[in-house]
């Protein structure tokens, strides 16, 4: 009692390692705005690429980090020290 309780799919996301030295430059970029709330259409005019392009960018990035959920994508990007706290503008 007066115990923690982290979900078993977020303590197994903590528990594994990955593959973020593998991402890009641009992946990063990508990774950054979408963790800060941004739209694949803000993502796409930052970018100078269509939203098109953006949504099949997060998709990749989602399947390359193996994570099924923007939550999951934040927490991973937390943990790899992908993003800081101080610069999440939720």
Do not use: C, F, W
């Not at 690429?49 to 193996?66: C, F, G, V």
């Not at 994570?67 to 992908?82: H, T």
């Amino acid at each position: 009692m007066g115990g923690k309780y982290i979900d078993d799919t977020l303590l197994d996301l903590v528990r594994r390692g990955a593959p973020t030295a593998e991402l890009t430059q641009r992946e990063r970029q990508s990774l950054n705005m979408i963790i800060s709330g941004r739209t694949n259409r803000e993502i796409a005019d930052l970018m100078g690429i269509s939203p098109k392009t953006a949504e099949k960018h997060r998709a990749s990035l989602m399947q390359k980090l193996d994570v099924n959920s923007i939550a999951e994508l934040l927490a991973l990007a937390l943990r790899e020290g992908l993003i800081e706290q101080h610069r999440l503008t939720l």
